[in-house]
């Protein structure tokens, strides 16, 4: 008898391993500027081989910190600067661009901005709505940091030390929806996708990302950047080979990034 237990424990063993229902989970960690984009990948990634995928945030590059040490599978992030600092045998592939866009409370009348007056706002020389067009209020910045912080100030957009800013609690992505909601003279800063139905996006000299605006006429973005080592095992670099195809680019448009592999 305790032979044809092991026997059949032996057996359905094989059979759970190689249906695939064995294989070992991978684990991802992202900023939370990153995080939904790896999560509804690794859903479809899962539901296509049933590799489980385990995505959880944590603060900005420390995705990039684990994933480059080996202590987690994947990594991701839109954060560029310590992408210069990966020690050997760190591996990153871009697998979508990730725009920024300018939020707005859904009172304010402003609807677009001019290049200029973005930079201008930022750098704290226009400070009130009705100097671009809107209603006699105080502008109040929300930045969503580091992840779009970066970026603008890379494109020409430098923040002023002396803006009014409305301070972020807890989850950055959902707070900028939250703040700009809740106060009528705010402008947030958000990756494009992850804007709430209660906030307004406004265009930049009457363009909104997309793959025909890019990046000649609209220049915020940021690489969305997926790190692992160079020898990862199998189910990551699967992973990667699927967030780069045209189902996983699909899934990258899902969201309002630009696929980089068309």
Same mark, same amino acid.
């Given at each position: 008898?305790?032979?044809?237990?092991?026997?059949?424990?032996?057996?359905?063993?094989?059979?759970?391993?190689?249906?695939?229902?064995?294989?070992?989970?991978?684990?991802?960690?992202?900023?939370?500027?990153?995080?939904?984009?790896?999560?509804?990948?690794?859903?479809?990634?899962?539901?296509?081989? @049933? #590799? !489980?995928? $385990? *995505?959880?945030?944590? +603060?900005?590059?420390?995705?990039?910190?684990?994933?480059? %040490?080996?202590?987690? &599978?994947?990594?991701?992030?839109?954060?560029?600067?310590?992408?210069?600092?990966?020690?050997? @045998? #760190? !591996?990153? $592939? *871009?697998?979508?661009? +990730?725009?920024?866009?300018?939020?707005?409370?859904?009172? %304010?009348?402003?609807? &677009?901005?001019?290049?200029?007056?973005?930079?201008?706002?930022?750098?704290?020389?226009?400070?009130?709505?009705?100097?671009?067009?809107?209603?006699?209020?105080?502008?109040?910045?929300?930045?969503?940091?580091?992840?779009?912080?970066?970026?603008?100030?890379?494109?020409?957009?430098?923040?002023?030390?002396?803006?009014?800013?409305?301070?972020?609690?807890?989850?950055?992505?959902?707070?900028?929806?939250?703040?700009?909601?809740?106060?009528?003279?705010?402008?947030?800063?958000?990756?494009?996708?992850?804007?709430?139905?209660?906030?307004?996006?406004?265009?930049?000299?009457?363009?909104?990302?997309?793959?025909?605006?890019?990046?000649?006429?609209?220049?915020?973005?940021?690489?969305?950047?997926?790190?692992?080592?160079?020898?990862?095992?199998?189910?990551?670099?699967?992973?990667?080979?699927?967030?780069?195809?045209?189902?996983?680019?699909?899934?990258?448009?899902?969201?309002?990034?630009?696929?980089?592999?068309?």
């Amino acid at each position: 008898m305790k032979k044809l237990i092991f026997l059949a424990t032996l057996f359905f063993s094989v059979v759970f391993v190689q249906s695939g229902m064995a294989a070992e989970a991978i684990s991802i960690l992202g900023d939370p500027c990153t995080a939904p984009l790896a999560k509804k990948l690794g859903d479809a990634f899962t539901k296509k081989t @049933g #590799t !489980v995928v $385990n *995505v959880e945030t944590a +603060a900005c590059a420390a995705g990039i910190y684990k994933a480059s %040490n080996g202590l987690v &599978d994947i990594g991701v992030s839109t954060h560029e600067v310590v992408l210069n600092y990966l020690p050997d @045998g #760190t !591996v990153n $592939n *871009v697998i979508a661009k +990730a725009p920024t866009v300018v939020l707005v409370n859904k009172a %304010n009348p402003v609807n &677009d901005l001019k290049l200029q007056q973005l930079k201008d706002i930022l750098a704290g020389k226009i400070k009130n709505w009705k100097e671009v067009g809107g209603n006699d209020s105080e502008i109040k910045n929300v930045l969503l940091q580091p992840c779009t912080t970066t970026i603008f100030a890379k494109r020409s957009a430098p923040f002023g030390k002396d803006i009014n800013r409305l301070t972020q609690a807890g989850n950055p992505v959902a707070a900028t929806n939250h703040l700009v909601e809740a106060n009528e003279g705010a402008m947030g800063l958000q990756i494009y996708g992850y804007e709430s139905p209660e906030v307004k996006v406004i265009t930049v000299d009457g363009y909104l990302p997309d793959e025909k605006s890019f990046p000649s006429k609209y220049q915020f973005y940021q690489d969305y950047n997926v790190i692992t080592k160079d020898n990862a095992n199998n189910n990551t670099k699967a992973f990667v080979d699927f967030a780069m195809s045209p189902e996983g680019q699909e899934i990258v448009a899902s969201l309002k990034h630009i696929r980089v592999n068309k």
